[in-house]
């Protein structure tokens, strides 16, 4: 509900409601770790985390996943293999956040999580031009 009080706002009023309801995915996420009962609930809330999380995933705004992001990140490693391509996904975007706030290293390190997570040809092209880019940002190249 809290997410859906986000709808339709922009600015401000956006960030804080979007932020408030991932604090509530991660309240989740903190429950679903906690308990090998409820670890398939870890891929569930990554899914809405990823939803909830999108008016927010865009240059300029990265910044405020910066908080949240990496955590949920760090929990969907212990998703199976047949959740590979999700997980990659989702260390892109995560080096879309690092390289948004200026931290390649963190950036590139992501990616290379993700360019060995995905088997997809053409994912792993997009997550080379996005090691190429992170790589200027932070002075190599």
């Known amino acids: ?9 922009k600015g401000e009023g956006l960030v804080d409601q979007t932020l408030k309801a991932l604090d509530l995915v991660l309240k989740a996420l903190e429950i679903a770790t906690g308990d090998a009962r409820y670890s398939f609930l870890v891929y569930n809330a990554s899914v809405v985390y990823w939803r909830t999380s999108r008016a927010l995933q865009r240059k300029g705004v990265y910044k405020h ?8 990140a760090e929990a969907i490693k212990s998703l199976g293999e047949e959740d ?14 690092y390289d948004d706030c200026e931290e390649a290293d963190n ?14 040809d053409d994912c792993k092209t997009e997550i080379v031009r996005l ?3 992170a790589d200027r940002n932070r002075g190599g190249g």
């Not at 996943?65 to 949920?72: H, Y």
């Not at 590979?84 to 956040?97: G, H, T």
């Open 1 to 9: 509900l809290v997410a859906r009080s986000a709808a339709g706002r």
């Open 65 to 72: 996943l910066l908080p949240s992001m990496p955590t949920m």
């Open 84 to 97: 590979s391509e999700w997980k990659s996904k989702f260390w892109v975007a995560l080096a879309r956040v």
């Open 107 to 120: 950036a590139l390190k992501c990616l290379n999580d993700a360019f060995d997570a995905t088997e997809d």
């Open 131 to 133: 090691m190429v880019h």
